[in-house]
């Protein structure tokens, strides 16, 4: 079962997904995220930093300014092979980076932030990170029952007493509608955004993250 950190949102869980000042340091070895093994450390389990792009600079490579979940500014430099070019067209800012196995690099200018040397472990998301975060929650309190089903748009709740079925998007699964009529409401709305968002909820929730058997990546 994917490790959802008890009654706490997916996302909202900083050890799964810590902000930057709770990533190991790379030349540490945090026992949060490591365990020694026969011959060396290997991961204990895994894990996703999460920031909103706030700016983007660089000639030589891509560097993204990025805000965690407390607020904190940090560079994440993209040390890939291709410097980060193929990222560039979805560069925007207020959508979301997410970095696997991120930690805390001293950079040469002295600054610390994140080094990425590997393209399949960052991708950015086409929302903003309170978007994501809200798309957690609401996922959380469905599973937990906390919230009546209805619609979307006018908020029509489902009742099988009076034959009244909603249906899910398509896409995301999680919004629910009365009708069609609703739903394309819904999407011009602000559901075209937020539909994103919850996509990528449940590719985190997917994944086990309190048990590492090999790295994932995007």
Not at 22 to 36: A, K, S, W
Not at 53 to 79: A, H
């Amino acid at each position: 079962m994917p490790d959802t950190g008890g009654s706490q949102s997916l996302l909202r869980n900083n050890v799964n997904f810590p902000t930057f000042s709770d990533l190991p340091y790379e030349n540490g070895v945090d026992p949060t995220y490591y365990v020694q093994g026969p011959y060396s450390f290997s991961p204990r389990q895994h894990w996703c930093f999460l920031g909103e792009i706030v700016g983007s600079y660089g000639l030589c490579r891509v560097l993204l300014r990025v805000k965690d979940k407390d607020g904190q500014v940090v560079t994440i430099g993209l040390y890939t092979d291709d410097r980060g070019r193929p990222l560039v067209p979805q560069i925007k800012e207020g959508h979301t980076v997410a970095v696997l196995y991120g930690e805390q690099h001293g950079f040469l200018d002295m600054t610390v932030g994140i080094r990425v040397e590997e393209p399949s472990i960052i991708r950015i998301i086409p929302c903003s990170l309170e978007q994501l975060l809200k798309a957690s929650d609401e996922v959380a309190a469905r599973k937990l029952n906390t919230q009546s089903i209805c619609c979307g748009s006018c908020g029509k709740k489902e009742n099988t007493s009076d034959n009244t079925h909603l249906r899910l998007c398509a896409r995301c699964k999680q919004a629910s509608y009365c009708g069609a009529v609703c739903q394309k409401k819904a999407w011009v709305d602000g559901h075209k955004t937020d539909c994103k968002a919850l996509v990528w909820v449940q590719w985190f929730a997917a994944r086990n993250w309190g048990v590492f058997n090999g790295y994932f990546n995007f």
